[in-house]
């Protein structure tokens, strides 16, 4: 299902890069993709986090934890549902420019929504080309600058809601054909739904293009993320959740859990056209990212990262015909590098202890790929691609006396093919059908420490393969929309977390399996809109394996990952420039654990909103407000997976309401 979401309406219009590096139609993309338009001004949400946006996606999860020290949770078919922190097993660009490492970590977090103008999502066989991301390919898209005839643009916002949420935004734009910028600074604040929850943070974003010609576009991009403050109020057991959802467990305060975060990023895009048949893109970036953990332990319960990275690549595309039909091709590489110097101290009531940990950490990637689409008859349509990656750890470990050092290096190599058909059955109706091989590699997070708590990395994770097919249609008729997928994906040396004296392990398990059904209807009517969006997943282990606390059967669903997920949004025009939506969002339960011995409630939640656009002197403005639960339904909005103290559940906000002001002029 794809929206454009402009006053909140949803229409037909899309276009998208993310299946084949060149703009095509999303109907015709040859795989299961989604297109979110966003327009920020009209957009009844205070636009802080992906989830506001994303939700009702078929085929994804992604859930606001309620805790910013901790990141949103993003999974796609099953695969990312481990993750405790971060996003795993899903790659993240924001303009062309990697939000995932070279390891395949990701932040959410870090993309300024005021500024986003679109959000796509790649996922199944097709997202094996973009490298180390089983699941699939979450890409953002920032709106370029107005061009005005003189005077700038300006914009400003003001949101406040519960929890003592702030949001602020200010930006300005504007310039000419030939060179054009815009700057967007946001800040937002919360005391948080739960206990020794609060946060704070500010997003600067700024871009610049720059046409020195008409077959050369140049876009500069500045990113500076700074939050001082997030506190961790760590997971409930089920019987706390039941309590008292707001909750906080003492040890949460006894060691003054919290994260702060500094990234300060750059880069540069570039788009030439060679000639009528050729393009080349590239791109070069550089960033720093410092994090500061306080971890709800002693030894080594402080994780200080002071991180440097950097990445260019480059692909050509080539257009011509063969039997008189189009035929495209791309080739390119990729290179990555990410550098840190890791800290552990002990942790003295939220302070920093003594030293256990100093070493030097690196990962870098190198890839190469490539990719034809080719129309071979009037109706057909094929996709092949590959790509050829080669992932290096090394660690240096600075701490422990020469002859005991755990230094150490690890390499990973992979090459994924993928092959897809698509059938233009009509004007209206596409049918397509892909198959493909990734793989996804441990982080550098995930093999920092060993399951046996002796000392130095754990290199001998290996990385979880996948083979991953899928089925399906795209039809749009009329005012109606429909897209149905099929898919099974079937992984090796599946990366699964443990625990050791309550800090996060991992482990290889032999065999998962995830399959299921994807679905989703948008239609228009006259003054209103609808869209529905269902995913049934069936993950389990498809073989035996056994960890600290036994054996887990084979047949055992993976945790994190509900059986059911349905979202519907009704929205419907309430008289002149005004706007009403209701939107529903149901999850069956959710294991907890490997072992299946507990499990989140199902739950469905209810959420409206309001709209109002009107011109007060001369200024354009937008009233809008949301109340979200409107039932103040009691539940669990993610889990943490194999939580060692039992300690799985993360609540849920209760009823919520936020209002909001936006000018533009």
Known sequence: MAQAQEGGSTTLKEIVISASRAEQRRFDAPGAIDSVEVDPFHTASPLVNLSELMSGVAGLQIRDRQNFAQDLQVSVRGFGTRSTFGVRGVRILVDGIPATMPDGQGQAATANLTSVKRIELLRGPLAQLYGNAAGGVLQLFTKDPPVTSGKPEYGLSAGFGSNKQRHFDGGIGGGSETLSGLLDVSRYSTDGFRDHS?????????????KPSSDTTLTGIVNLFDQPLAQDPLGLTHAQFAQNPRQVIPAANAFNTRKT????QAGVVVDHRLSAADTLNARLYGGARKVDQKLALLTNGVVNLDRNYAGLGASWTHTTRVNALPLRWTVGMEADQLKETRKGYDNIGGNSGALRRNEDDSASNRDLFGQVDWTFAPDWQAIAGVRATTVRFKVDDHFNPAATRTSGNVEYRNTSPVVGLVW????TLNVYANLGTGFETPTLAESA?????AAGPNFALKPSKSTQSEIGIKSHSGRHTVDAALFDARSRDEIVSQTSGGRATFQNADRTRRRGVEASWSANWAGASTRIGYT???????????????TVPAGNRLPGAPRHSLSAEVETSLGDSMKGGLEMRVESKTSVNDRNSDAAPGYAVFNARLGKEFTFDGVKMVLYGRLDNLLARNY??????NDANGRYFEPAAGRRLFVGVRTLF
Request: net charge negative; proline share 4%; no cysteine.
């Open 449 to 453: 420490y060993r399951p046996d708590g």
């Open 636 to 641: 669990a909005g993610s889990v943490i997976v």
């Open 536 to 550: 049934l997943l069936d993950a389990r282990f498809d073989a035996p394996y056994t960890n600290a606390l036994g």
């Open 424 to 427: 233009h059955a009509a004007e």
């Open 261 to 264: 975060i500094e990234q300060q």
């Open 198 to 210: 609060a946060a704070r943070r500010e997003q600067l974003n700024t871009k610049v293009v720059a």
